[in-house]
Each structure stands twice: as C-alpha cells, then as structure tokens.
C-alpha cells in the first residue's frame, strides 16, 4: 500500500480494518510459481532467474536462512545479484511441496512525505518493512500506528527524518510486533549530515518480541547490515517511550538512543518500560543525550547474550547535567549499570541492582561528576563495583567514589523474583529509603508518596497483596 496523499489536521486519512473478524492482512511475499524453478543439481540446489531485488525468501511462511554461497545446505538460499540469480535448496522434498516466496525491498505501508495518517488493526508481515516513511520532500508529521501486527519483516516500523526535515507526532501505541529483524526504529538520514530531528514522538504500550529471531531459532543477522535494536531511535527529542514490553533477542539492545554530534537528543522520557532477556543492552542512552529520564523500569536478564557485557542501562559520552536514571530495578544483568569513559554528571538515585552475574557498577575511567545514591546493592561479593579498570567491594567503591553516603547492600525482598514479581515484600529494607526525585507514579502509575521507596514499585497497603510462601 503507497498511501497517495496526505490528511489534514483534524481529518487524518484512515487505514483499517472494517467490521469484525480478524485484522486484515498485508502481505508482502510473492508466491514463486513451481514452474519457474529450474533443477535441481547435484546438491539438490534449485535456481530461479528474476530481474530485481530478493531481500530474503520464505518457504511456507517462515524465513529461510542465507547461505554464504551458491552451495546451499538445506533450507537455504542465496541471491546473486549481479546475476539475477536465486539459488534454494528445500528444507526437505522439491520445491513444490512448500509455498516458497519472494520478499523485495518493498513495504505494507509505504507513507513517504505524508502527514495526518492513521494505520490501525492490521496485519502486515513478510515484508522489507510493514510500515516505512521517509521525509524526503517534507516533514512527515502525525502519523498514528495503533493495534497492529507485524512480524517477520526485515524492519517492523522505520522512520527517516532527512533532507533537512524533521518528523515529529509519531504515535505508536499498542502495537505486536514479533520476530522482525529490527523492530522499531527512528533515525536521521540527509543532506545536513545525519543531524535532522525526530521531535515529540510517543511510544507507548506497545509488545516487542525476539527482535532479530526470524523464528524461535534462526537469527536475522544473516541478512542484516547493521544494527539488531528492538527500538532504536536517533536524535529524538521531546519524546516518550513509556510502558513498552521488550522480550528477547535485539543483540544491540532493547532501547537505543543515539545521536550526531551536530544535533541532540534531549528531553525524553523511557518510563514504565519492561525489558527481558535481551541479548544486548537493555537500555542504551547514548553519547551527547542531554536531559533525559529513565525511571521506573524493570530491566532482567540482559546484556548476556554476547562477548562482552553489556549492561542492564549502559551511559554514553556526557558532559552536561540533566541526565537522570532513578527507581529501576534491575535485576540478573551481567552489569546493571556500565558507563562509558567520559560519561558525566549523571543522576543514578534510588534503584535496586540485584544479581548481576558480573556487577552493579562499571565505569570506565575517572568517576567525575556522576552523583550515586539511596541505591541497593545486593549481594556485596566478588568486588563487583569496578572504576577505571580496579574492582572494588560495596566500601571501596563508596571510598573511591564519595559516593552512595545513603544506599544499602541489602536483600531488597521482591515477593517472588523466580517468577519475575519484583514487587516488595512488606518487610523490605528498600521501603521509604529512598530520596524525593520529583517522580510522582511508579511502575504501575501507583503514587509515590513522600518517602519514595527504592526501585520500580511503591509499596502500599492498598494496592500490594503478598503472595510468596
């Protein structure tokens, strides 16, 4: 679909589906008709000629695997282009036991340039992208993608500010979007250098699941150049991502900010997020962000999925104050908080770090100006606090710091952590122990009362029930 023009303020043009049933599809394969197969070889390897682009090829609906060569291994393919040829070996028979497709850099939705635009209840797979839009002639602004579907596509959502436009009012809210190789992703791509804006966005509510996992066990990186992010997002401004679920997969990370030196990225919000079992980072707040928050996530069993650790929250390159990470409980990172050299004047105050299965703090070079406090640590063993480069216990750090004067080393005592409920026991040591942040709703939008409680929930008699043995 190459939506053709534009709405207007107030009268967006609506893309949905109409009456009951089941979402509607689009679908971006092209069935290979069983007669143009030429073969097989010997290796039992099939070729067929197609003047244009094969991004990836499916065989009955799931994504196959690229081969390195034109020798094929079963449930492989291989396209050479400069020979308009592909190569397919089956996973098992000949190629007309399967239904086997042909996926182009084409998108579902393709709403380049466009403005007031809503795309709701849908559902679009097989594709380059299921919904793409780059700014090339003007600002794409208010655009809407609700209650949608998307999996298996090279890229789920994809937005391109460029050519000297900024986008701003994207609203993705209560999207699916499973087994894409990237699944959301904002970025700067123009004649000014990569320094063009994405402004007031919101994204919100959405679930994203095994980016980069075409199926539960073939990995997109065959076919991807680049990044594997579940949300990636270049010089974004004045945004919100808030109350996401981001579930495995995504080796560079669950959300990732980044930014040119020649723009910014400031005043964003990541709220409310739950991050799981991601390969890389579970959030990236890269180099030269500036004012932004990151509060009252659970972060759990990431940065474990490569050869060098990643973080739980990971800081970049700053030099400004403003950048404030308060009231997350991460939980069985390799590091729960890993910042870069350079990285300055951040605010880390009143989360829990739990488990980590290298450490709770890494920074690499000199502390600087960063401020640690009304933190829990736990447990306090192996020397797993480490400042340029020497490994400390909880009281080397505080003397080689000066910091963390108000934090503990204490079992926090969530209700049933096995089963991922982090919240409080009633008799936990984290229960008004931290320090007033000027946050006023905890993970759950429950309000957080004068003596706030360390982590991502604020524990109260009205809405906390005990379940743990």
Known sequence: LIVPSSGTEGNPITFGAYGEGEKPIIHGGIIIPNDDWNGPDANGVYTYTYTGTIIFIAEDGEPLKKASDTTCADGNWYWDDPNDTLYYKPTSGIPSDHVVERISDARCINVDDKQYIVCENLHLNLCYAGISGSAYNRSIIDIVVSNCEISKCRMGILFFARNGHDNSNIILSNNVLTNNGESIYFSSLGALGGTEKNIGHIIENNVI?????????????????????????????????????????????????????????????????????????????????????????????????????????????????????????????????????????????????????????????????????????????????????????????????????????????????????????????????????????????????????????????????????
């Open 209 to 469: 699941q095994d980016t980069g996992y075409a199926t539960s066990s073939l990995f997109w990186n065959d076919i991807i150049d680049g990044d594997v992010e579940a949300m990636g997002f270049q010089n974004l401004n004045n945004s919100e991502v808030i109350g996401n679920q981001i579930i495995g997969g995504a080796p560079d990370g669950g959300i990732v900010v980044w930014t040119n030196p020649s723009s910014t990225s400031d005043s964003n919000s990541f709220l409310r997020n739950y991050i799981k079992d991601v390969l890389g980072a579970g959030l990236i707040l890269g180099s030269y962000a500036t004012n932004n928050t990151i509060a009252y996530n659970i972060i759990v069993d990431c940065g474990l999925g490569g050869p060098h650790p990643r973080g739980g929250i990971r800081l970049g390159i700053c030099s400004t104050t403003g950048n404030k990470i308060y009231n997350n409980t991460l939980v069985g990172n390799d590091w729960s908080i890993y910042i870069f050299p350079d990285g300055d004047y951040y605010s880390i105050k009143n989360n829990i770090s739990f488990n980590p299965s290298i450490g709770h703090i890494v920074k690499d070079g000199e502390f600087a100006n960063n401020i640690f406090d009304y933190n829990d640590y736990y447990p306090d063993t192996g020397n797993k606090f480490c400042l340029n480069g020497i490994r400390y216990n909880f009281e080397g750090w505080k003397d080689k710091s000066f910091q963390d004067a108000f934090s503990i080393v204490e079992v926090p005592m969530f209700i049933d952590a096995d089963n991922n409920d982090f919240h409080l026991q009633s008799t936990s040591p984290c229960i008004d122990a931290g320090t007033d942040v000027g946050l006023t709703e905890d993970m759950e939008g429950n309000p957080v009362d004068y003596a706030p409680d360390i982590g991502a929930y604020e524990y109260s008699e009205l809405n906390h029930t005990e379940t743990h043995g």
